[in-house]
């Protein structure tokens, strides 16, 4: 006999749940860089894809096939009696599902801290085997009979058993992957590579909250029953407190250390409750949940912090400290303040150890297991991109696409000091030509102020401007405009580009231009520099124009010429 409502219920949890991969691959493109956005995006989508058949085919048997304490069984395409851990009512592919599109949820963590130079074909690979075992033997231990759910652990809806995996499989990749270029400078001191759309990531978290809804509140895999009705109700209600309050606690400690609210760092902290909560949203009263959200906001800044500047472990998007750190911290909280069995409502210590035995366990399974499949992939195929790649950026390298924005153009301020650089050859010298009668130069008009000033423009690609940039500033330049452009050469844009299978003949292609007027540091001096740093030997470096400059006025004081460009500070 099946149950309509109690069907229902959990292909609503389905469906949305499978909507956090929308969320998921919003928020990891607005905090990362736009020459990245196609790859996220297609990971986000392969990692479902390819998640959904594996764990069809062996995932799904592994995690509830059988009873024993390790590990379930082999099951292929499902076609076993699975009618000891079915919910009352659900039908056996109604469960399928639902467990589905949780086992793509932690598959997908891991694409966020390892983002902007992985290898497409390896993130495939590892994505697979997180699907195939490495999830579902650790979620048997949980959810399907194994050993930890005998002991009495608990994580309702998978803070450990979904978020943590997933975190600290990020963590390890990540680690084993290394920073990406120019995230740290000579001094091992981290650099803000800033995302390219706050608007993406906050969009992206809100999915994700609303989505929550359904990964917490249909997890009850059931609406028969007062009881369980009454649960749901209360479900949804720690599920949107610890999120909010979270939320505010890192606002008020940014704003507190930081001088400002910090944007970025309090929308993951939304998440980072959503994740803490996760596990006890069912045991734990509205306080409790609150409390819960103080300690994930005031967690979150520091482990991301602790991860960026002490460990060095170069996290795109904080999934490590959303979802590991704040996995684990949940479900051990979890122990504190379960009105049933927590220590903090006078039940002993007991179900707290177990949580916390539970927490140690599931980590180091899932950090033996993915370490063992990243150093195996790293000595195969490889598990990063060329320095050259990354640079690019991976949608036009690994994708062959341009730009996932089509004509827009962004800044890519992301190339570091010190990064080798081909040597550019000597100028070419200019070609006189043979004037029909001798006509005398024009006398240059010194300006007022008495020096001659020049004005310098550079046109050159949208990876190479941070690189320029930090060597005109070292040769002595004190200031510059720098231009979003689209522009091409004789070869009108050339690119081997695809776009839905038909190839892209761009004949404009975002470029920057900066412009610098100078008077005392040489020209020459700007060119050369400008030409040893942009130089790389193939068709669209840029060029370089020289004008000159009758006058400058500075629009503060009335000052022209050669004492407009020089500042007070300075003279």
Same mark, same amino acid.
């Given at each position: 006999?099946?149950?309509?409502?109690?069907?229902?219920?959990?292909?609503?949890?389905?469906?949305?749940?499978?909507?956090?991969?929308?969320?998921?691959?919003?928020?990891?493109? *607005?905090?990362?860089?736009?020459?990245?956005?196609?790859?996220?995006?297609?990971?986000?989508?392969?990692?479902?894809?390819?998640?959904?058949?594996?764990?069809?085919?062996?995932?799904?048997?592994?995690?509830?096939?059988?009873?024993?304490?390790?590990?379930?069984?082999?099951?292929?395409?499902?076609?076993?009696?699975?009618?000891?851990?079915?919910?009352?009512?659900?039908?056996?592919?109604?469960?399928? +599902?639902?467990?589905?599109?949780?086992?793509?949820?932690?598959?997908?963590?891991?694409?966020?801290?390892?983002?902007?130079?992985?290898?497409?074909?390896?993130?495939?690979?590892?994505?697979?085997?997180i699907s195939a075992f490495i999830y579902p033997i650790s979620g048997h231990w949980i959810w399907g009979g194994g050993w930890l759910s005998q002991m009495g652990f608990h994580d309702f809806a998978g803070s450990t058993a979904v978020h943590m995996v997933g975190g600290v499989c990020a963590c390890i990749g990540a680690a084993i992957l290394g920073p990406r270029i120019g995230k =740290?400078?000579?001094?091992?001191?981290?650099?803000?590579?800033?995302?390219h759309s706050l608007s993406l990531g906050a969009l992206g978290v809100f999915i994700l909250w609303f989505c929550w809804f359904g990964f917490n509140g249909c997890s009850t895999v059931s609406m028969e029953g007062d009881d369980v009705i009454a649960s749901a109700g209360l479900i949804f209600v720690t599920t949107n407190m610890a999120p909010a309050v979270a939320s505010v606690v890192?606002? +008020?400690?940014?704003?507190?250390?930081?001088?400002?609210?910090?944007?970025?760092?309090?929308?993951?902290?939304?998440?980072?409750?959503?994740?803490?909560?996760?596990?006890?949203?069912?045991?734990?009263?509205?306080? *409790?949940?609150?409390?819960?959200?103080?300690?994930?906001?005031?967690?979150?800044?520091?482990? $991301?912090?602790?991860?960026?500047?002490?460990?060095?472990?170069?996290?795109?998007?904080?999934?490590?400290?959303?979802?590991? $750190?704040?996995?684990?911290?949940?479900?051990?909280?979890?122990?504190?303040?379960?009105?049933?069995?927590?220590?903090?409502?006078?039940?002993?210590?007991?179900?707290?150890?177990?949580?916390?035995?539970?927490?140690?366990?599931?980590?180091?399974?899932?950090?033996?297991?993915?370490?063992?499949?990243?150093?195996?992939?790293?000595?195969?195929? *490889?598990?990063?991109?060329?320095?050259?790649?990354?640079?690019?950026?991976?949608?036009?390298?690994?994708?062959?696409?341009?730009?996932? =924005?089509? *004509?827009?153009?962004?800044?890519?301020?992301?190339?570091?000091?010190?990064?080798?650089?081909?040597?550019?050859?000597?100028?070419?010298?200019?070609?006189?030509?043979?004037?029909?009668?001798?006509?005398?130069?024009?006398?240059?008009?010194?300006?007022?102020?008495?020096?001659?000033?020049?004005?310098?423009?550079?046109?050159?690609?949208?990876?190479?401007?941070?690189?320029?940039?930090?060597?005109?500033?070292?040769?002595?330049?004190?200031?510059?405009?720098?231009?979003?452009?689209?522009?091409?050469?004789?070869?009108?844009?050339?690119?081997?580009?695809?776009?839905?299978?038909?190839?892209?003949?761009?004949?404009?292609?975002?470029?920057?231009?900066?412009?610098?007027?100078?008077?005392?540091?040489?020209?020459?001096? $700007?060119?050369?520099?400008?030409?040893?740093?942009? =130089?790389?030997?193939?068709?669209?470096?840029?060029?370089?124009?020289?004008?000159?400059?009758?006058?400058?006025?500075?629009?503060?004081?009335?000052?022209?010429?050669?004492?407009?460009?020089?500042?007070?500070?300075?003279?």
């Amino acid at each position: 006999m099946y149950s309509s409502v109690s069907t229902i219920w959990v292909l609503l949890g389905a469906a949305l749940v499978f909507l956090m991969q929308a969320g998921f691959a919003m928020c990891e493109a *607005g905090f990362t860089r736009a020459k990245n956005t196609g790859n996220i995006l297609m990971k986000n989508l392969m990692d479902f894809c390819i998640g959904t058949p594996t764990y069809w085919i062996l995932g799904f048997g592994l995690m509830f096939a059988g009873s024993g304490a390790i590990i379930g069984g082999l099951d292929p395409f499902v076609r076993g009696d699975y009618a000891a851990i079915l919910p009352a009512g659900v039908p056996l592919f109604a469960y399928l +599902i639902f467990q589905t599109v949780f086992c793509a949820t932690s598959a997908t963590i891991v694409s966020g801290s390892m983002a902007e130079r992985t290898k497409f074909i390896s993130y495939c690979l590892y994505s697979f085997c997180i699907s195939a075992f490495i999830y579902p033997i650790s979620g048997h231990w949980i959810w399907g009979g194994g050993w930890l759910s005998q002991m009495g652990f608990h994580d309702f809806a998978g803070s450990t058993a979904v978020h943590m995996v997933g975190g600290v499989c990020a963590c390890i990749g990540a680690a084993i992957l290394g920073p990406r270029i120019g995230k =740290y400078d000579d001094e091992g001191k981290p650099r803000a590579i800033l995302g390219h759309s706050l608007s993406l990531g906050a969009l992206g978290v809100f999915i994700l909250w609303f989505c929550w809804f359904g990964f917490n509140g249909c997890s009850t895999v059931s609406m028969e029953g007062d009881d369980v009705i009454a649960s749901a109700g209360l479900i949804f209600v720690t599920t949107n407190m610890a999120p909010a309050v979270a939320s505010v606690v890192t606002m +008020i400690y940014t704003w507190i250390r930081y001088k400002k609210p910090d944007v970025g760092m309090t929308l993951n902290a939304a998440l980072a409750g959503l994740v803490a909560i996760t596990a006890g949203c069912d045991m734990v009263s509205p306080a *409790g949940a609150a409390a819960i959200g103080v300690i994930a906001g005031l967690l979150l800044p520091i482990s $991301v912090n602790f991860f960026d500047s002490v460990l060095k472990i170069d996290d795109p998007v904080g999934a490590i400290s959303v979802h590991g $750190v704040c996995g684990a911290a949940g479900t051990i909280l979890t122990g504190l303040f379960s009105t049933s069995d927590g220590l903090f409502y006078g039940h002993g210590a007991h179900f707290l150890l177990i949580q916390c035995l539970g927490v140690a366990v599931t980590a180091l399974w899932a950090a033996v297991m993915i370490t063992i499949v990243f150093q195996v992939i790293k000595h195969t195929i *490889g598990l990063r991109v060329s320095q050259e790649e990354e640079l690019k950026g991976l949608d036009i390298t690994e994708h062959g696409l341009p730009s996932a =924005y089509g *004509g827009f153009a962004f800044v890519y301020d992301d190339t570091p000091d010190g990064l080798p650089i081909p040597m550019a050859p000597a100028a070419v010298p200019v070609r006189e030509a043979v004037p029909v009668e001798a006509v005398p130069a024009p006398a240059v008009e010194i300006p007022q102020g008495g020096v001659k000033m020049t004005r310098v423009d550079i046109l050159c690609k949208m990876e190479r401007f941070d690189a320029l940039k930090r060597a005109m500033f070292n040769i002595g330049i004190t200031g510059m405009t720098a231009t979003n452009v689209m522009g091409c050469g004789e070869q009108r844009g050339k690119t081997e580009g695809y776009f839905r299978g038909a190839k892209v003949e761009a004949t404009m292609l975002p470029s920057i231009q900066v412009s610098i007027v100078v008077s005392k540091v040489p020209v020459s001096l $700007v060119v050369d520099t400008a030409r040893q740093v942009l =130089y790389t030997g193939a068709y669209g470096d840029g060029k370089i124009f020289v004008y000159n400059v009758e006058n400058v006025v500075k629009v503060r004081t009335g000052e022209q010429g050669y004492d407009a460009l020089q500042d007070e500070e300075y003279r």
